[in-house]
């Protein structure tokens, strides 16, 4: 007889995920060099059931590694909260700090890698690994609207979805309207980098944001 009530996939990765070599080595190196860090897949957080998923990479060593939370301990951060803040998707004010009592509303960070890579730069194998989480967090909320940070988690959402990439090249600022029926915003990645070296301004980010957040709540 079939379970008529299965357990759901996992949209996180245990504690001590095995699946990644590479990565988990780094977890190990990571956690005697930094024993004080989180170190340790970080989990989706926000809203599970929230019509807005924001797609980002991976955790930074020492922002997400080190809290435990998305984006939380660096500049991207910095900029990403600000924006969610100032759109309605976050209450309470954003510190660096995961007990900061910052929530985020109808708004819910997933990263296409749960653990930090060595140079924040998951390799090909580790991504399509990781994406069984990402499709269990996907069939779990349901999202009406999806905003991606950058290419790579572009990219690895479109295979999630199982659409094609040729059909939605990503461009800073584009919005895709896939078959599944979701809508797609681009943005590049709110690092450091990119708006150090002006790829990324703040009022581009808070453009793509700001129509995101008018979609899924208007």
């Known amino acids: 007889m079939l379970d008529p009530d ?3 996939a996992s949209a996180n990765p245990p504690h001590d995920c095995p699946l990644c070599p590479r990565l988990v080595g780094f977890r190990q190196d990571n956690r005697l060099q930094y024993p004080d860090f989180f170190n340790a897949p970080v989990p989706n957080w926000g809203d599970p059931e929230a019509g807005l998923a924001i797609i980002g990479l991976a955790p930074g ?15 991207a951060g910095d900029l990403l909260y600000a924006t969610l803040e ?23 960070i997933i990263n296409a890698v749960h653990c930090v890579p060595p140079q924040n730069k998951p390799t090909g194998d580790e991504i399509r690994t990781c994406r069984r989480f990402l499709i ?13 940070l950058g290419r790579i988690a572009h990219d690895s959402l479109l295979t999630t979805l199982g659409e094609k990439r040729s059909r939605f090249p990503f461009t800073h600022g584009a919005e895709h309207r896939l078959t599944s029926g979701a809508t797609l915003f681009d943005s590049y990645h709110c690092s450091r980098y990119n708006t150090n070296t002006g790829v990324l301004t703040t009022a581009m980010f808070e453009d793509v944001v700001g129509r995101a957040a008018a979609f899924v709540t208007g």
């Not at 060593?61 to 500049?75: C, I, Q, S, V």
């Open 136 to 148: 269990a967090a996907i069939e779990q909320t349901a999202p009406r609207a999806y905003l991606a």
């Open 61 to 75: 060593l020492k922002g997400a590694n080190r809290t435990g939370r998305p984006f939380t301990g660096d500049y």
């Open 86 to 108: 100032k759109f309605g998707l976050a209450t309470g004010h954003y510190q660096q700090r995961p007990d900061d009592g910052l929530s985020l509303n109808n708004t819910l």
């Open 6 to 8: 299965p357990p759901r």
